[in-house]
């Protein structure tokens, strides 16, 4: 008989998988919906593949919240951002550099950081009041509608792109870009895969929860460092795997659309909708989170913004910096448990050399860009 040690790290793995399996059904479903309904490719990816992709998390954190989980329910948020950011977005980079559309530099990215910041303001009283989730519910839906509204422009601007280089016989980057599998794409095969991945992530979700809570219990560790790390890496395995496939293809816009969208859903639809679910008590907000990986969060995406901007390019090596960061990020939560008289030396030279040097190296870089671009212009 399975120890209950053994039996909750069983549960985690089993629930990951389910996870998996049921995101990979729904993001098939619904990239097949939106295919049929004509929407274009970037579109997709910042909509309904990030939706599709960011289900896991919202229901790992729906259940925690109604579990009274709030610090598995935060954090698998808090944690599965700076994942995709880093971790995705840094392994999509490293297998091919990634083409950046401008659509991203002037519009979304700019919108996933104020929205960021405006979550780090919300939860620095110690709690996401209900209101605040209204709030990020409505923000949702406009930002959605602004979306598909400017779809048209999109699909318009994709059917240039296609008139001026490639023939459709000749492999047209239009909406055939995503592959699943099949040569038809109806309607009916579509609403079952969206419907059996909608259950398999329920299933999942619940073991996943029950095994990470019994995990973090037993070790003496936090919900909250538990869902920075194991359920956060977990639920966003469907968006890590959803931008390599798009890598490997050459689909950079859909690649980093994913994680963009997917960040932008876990903001403010599934925190938004757990903070409205806990009523008049709030959504709670560990003060570690608020001081430590909130900001991080934040500073991760205000980091990736300039390197959208040099160039239209994320290279290898900057993917490589993101990867190098997430592991020292994973560092600074599991050293206090495991080597505590480490933990202050490896704040001091996180402070006091790894952000000096990203700093640097961004400076240094995006001057180096504008020094380029004001000669072309000369």
Request: include cysteine.
């Amino acid at each position: 008989m399975l120890s209950p040690a053994v039996l909750s790290v069983v549960e985690i793995v089993v629930g990951i998988l389910l996870l998996f399996g049921g995101g990979e059904l729904f993001v098939q479903g619904s990239v097949a919906l939106a295919l049929l309904f004509g929407i274009p490719q970037l579109v997709i990816g910042l909509t309904v593949v990030a939706l599709g992709t960011s289900t896991p998390e919202l229901f790992v954190s729906l259940l925690s919240t109604l579990q009274g989980s709030d610090d598995l329910a935060v954090s698998n948020v808090v944690g599965s951002n700076i994942f995709n950011m880093m971790v995705v977005l840094g392994c999509s980079a490293v297998i091919l550099p990634l083409r950046v559309q401008s659509r991203l530099v002037r519009r979304d990215v700019p919108i996933l950081l104020a929205v960021s910041m405006a979550v780090w303001g919300m939860a620095s009283a110690g709690r996401v009041t209900w209101q605040a989730g209204v709030a990020l519910l409505v923000a949702l839906v406009i930002n959605t509608i602004w979306e598909i509204r400017t779809s048209r422009e999109a699909k318009i601007s994709e059917a240039a792109d296609s008139q001026g280089g490639l023939s459709k016989e000749g492999g047209s980057e239009g909406d055939n870009d995503l592959d699943l599998g099949e040569s038809d794409i109806s309607l009916k095969p579509a609403l079952i895969k969206l419907v059996a991945g909608l259950a398999v992530l329920i299933w999942g979700s619940q073991i996943l929860v029950k095994g990470a809570t019994a995990i973090a219990l037993g070790l003496g560790v936090s919900q909250t460092v538990i869902g920075l790390t194991i359920v956060s890496a977990g639920t966003s395995m469907p968006e890590l795997v959803t931008s390599i496939v798009a890598a490997l293809r050459g689909k950079g816009d859909l690649a980093i659309g994913n994680v963009v969208g997917s960040n932008l859903m876990n903001q403010m639809l599934i925190l938004g909708s757990c903070a409205f679910l806990s009523g008049s008590r709030g959504l709670t907000v560990d003060p570690t989170m608020i001081q430590r990986d909130l900001p991080i969060m934040v500073a991760t995406t205000l980091a990736c913004l300039p390197i959208f901007w040099t160039g239209g390019v994320i290279t290898r090596r900057e993917g490589g910096i993101l990867l190098g960061l997430y592991g020292l990020f994973l560092l600074e939560q599991v050293v206090p448990y495991v080597q505590p008289e480490l933990s202050a030396p490896l704040q001091w030279f996180t402070l006091l050399v790894v952000v000096p040097a990203v700093v640097l190296l961004l400076v240094v870089q995006s001057a180096g860009y504008w020094r380029s671009e004001k000669r072309l212009r000369a």
